[in-house]
């Protein structure tokens, strides 16, 4: 018996994937629920487990190509099933030579059946047609009826109409049978830059994974105008506090008390003051007022961060202790080094919190995550020199970064909000 590996579907938001590596090579036995194929979506890396237990005898999707929602990456069958199949893939691709001479003969494949979650109708002529959930968004979204679907040229397996198509079809100046509701909506596209090739000591290599992800959310991203805030922040209270507790908090709870616990903590409490920052604006120009603080954290991906960054997030930060938003941010540290987050830990966030002062960065100026309508930037604490009170003292300071939609939150609500942020750090008086 055969059982298709089929493509999940990782959250709502999440049409298709990139098969980055299958973990087991055709041939090889698999257990039900071992990992079998790590897929890549713009929210999350993760490992799938097997349908069933048998041996991997397709593989459909090769690594470095996209897979839609429903759709089949792979086929496992019993061992025996499996080990036969292989066997005949293996033949295909090497054929040998039969007593007579001649290769043996390969069957046709034949058409694949429709899969789960691919949507049927009817054509004209009465024949049923499936269409995958992606195909049925982008009809919708551009008032193609059924009849226009039935019209264009499918180049999936056994005829299927594909994205692709749709939108090349499209992209043709097809019009639709039925009348658009509404105009699409204008895109962001940026130009393609070629690289230069000078002489031997040059290489170009393609965007995939983890990577091309990031690359694509950016392109979104940077379409926001948006504006940066600056502010200095005199964190020595802090400073003092954790040098005198960070043994005593690890012994105690488990973990390690660092300072980003306490910037989520001013977050929270300022992001409650003031709403809108912790707003977003969506393309029809609603506002989406969030009455909770979910706060994402980029946390870079991998034993030593060589992965990439993903913003997984601590929710209802604005009702938890410090403690607890230590020990949250130790558990989401941890899933993603380990590369084990799963979608729902990068989902729901109202606002993001970076913190390039880890590394020794003293200043920047940090890309706000779509479609949330602010970040905060954490800059390296360094000792410095400041007059107070006519005298000079030895402080440690910090920059406070600020990065904001400005089509919704305006320089001055900006300015009262960051200086919400670093009059909490400054006066320190989360134990009070």
């Given at each position: 018996m055969a059982v298709e590996i089929l493509m999940p579907e990782l959250g709502e938001s999440v049409h298709e994937g990139t098969v980055?590596?299958?973990?087991?090579?055709?041939?090889?036995?698999?257990?039900?629920?071992?990992?079998?194929?790590?897929?890549?979506?713009?929210?999350?890396?993760?490992?799938?487990?097997a349908p069933a237990s048998g041996v991997l005898s397709q593989i459909l999707i090769q690594e470095g190509e996209q897979v839609e929602v429903f759709h089949a990456m792979g086929i496992i069958e019993?061992?025996?099933?499996?080990?036969?199949?292989?066997e005949s893939t293996a033949s295909a691709l090497n054929p040998t030579v039969s007593a007579n001479g001649e290769p043996p003969a390969v069957e046709e494949?034949?058409?694949?059946?429709p899969k789960t979650g691919i949507n049927p109708a009817a054509s004209a002529d009465g024949e049923r047609r499936w269409y995958t959930p992606v195909v049925r968004s982008i009809a919708k979204s551009n008032s193609l009826s059924d009849a226009d679907l039935a019209g264009i040229p499918g180049t999936g397996n056994g005829g299927?109409?594909?994205?692709?198509?749709?939108?090349?079809?499209?992209?043709?100046?097809?019009?639709?049978?039925?009348?658009?509701?509404?105009e699409p909506k204008p895109t962001f596209e940026p130009k393609t830059i070629q690289p230069t090739?000078?002489?031997?000591?040059?290489?170009?290599?393609?965007?995939?994974?983890m990577r091309k992800m990031i690359a694509e959310h950016m392109v979104k991203s940077a379409a926001i105008p948006t504006v940066t805030t600056i502010t200095e922040c005199d964190v020595t209270a802090m400073v003092a506090f954790r040098e005198r507790n960070k043994d005593a908090f690890l012994e105690q709870y488990g973990v390690k008390l660092t300072y980003t616990p306490f910037f989520i903590?001013?977050?929270?409490?300022?992001?409650?003051?003031?709403?809108?920052?912790?707003?977003?604006?969506?393309?029809?120009?609603?506002v989406v007022k969030n009455?909770?603080?979910?706060?994402?954290?980029?946390?870079?991906?991998g034993a030593k961060g060589q992965d990439g960054l993903i913003v997984p997030v601590i929710r209802d930060c604005h009702k938890k202790s410090l403690i607890e938003i230590a020990k949250d941010l130790d558990g989401i540290a941890k899933s993603a080094r380990g590369n084990s987050l799963k979608p729902a830990d990068v989902q729901g966030g109202t606002f993001t919190l970076t913190n390039p002062g880890t590394y020794g960065a003293l200043f920047g100026t940090p890309m706000i995550n779509a479609p949330q309508a602010g970040i905060l930037g954490a800059y390296a604490i360094r000792k410095q020199t400041v007059i107070i009170e006519d005298m000079i003292a030895i402080r440690s300071i910090m920059h406070l970064v600020l990065t904001y939609d400005h089509r919704i939150i305006d320089g001055?609500?900006?300015?009262?909000?960051?200086?919400?942020?670093?009059?909490?750090?400054?006066?320190?008086?989360?134990?009070?």
């Open positions: 980055s590596r299958w973990l087991k090579k055709v041939g090889e036995f698999v257990k039900e629920d071992e990992p079998v194929v790590e897929i890549m979506t713009d929210k999350v890396n993760t490992e799938l487990g019993d061992s025996a099933a499996g080990a036969a199949a292989s494949p034949k058409a694949e059946e299927r109409v594909t994205k692709k198509d749709v939108e090349a079809y499209l992209a043709g100046g097809h019009k639709t049978t039925t009348p658009k509701t509404q090739v000078f002489g031997p000591d040059q290489e170009t290599y393609p965007l995939v994974g903590k001013a977050l929270a409490e300022s992001l409650l003051e003031h709403p809108i920052v912790n707003s977003s604006l969506r393309e029809d120009f609603q009455n909770g603080a979910h706060i994402g954290i980029a946390v870079a991906l001055i609500v900006a300015g009262q909000f960051l200086a919400a942020v670093r009059d909490r750090l400054q006066g320190f008086d989360f134990f009070k």
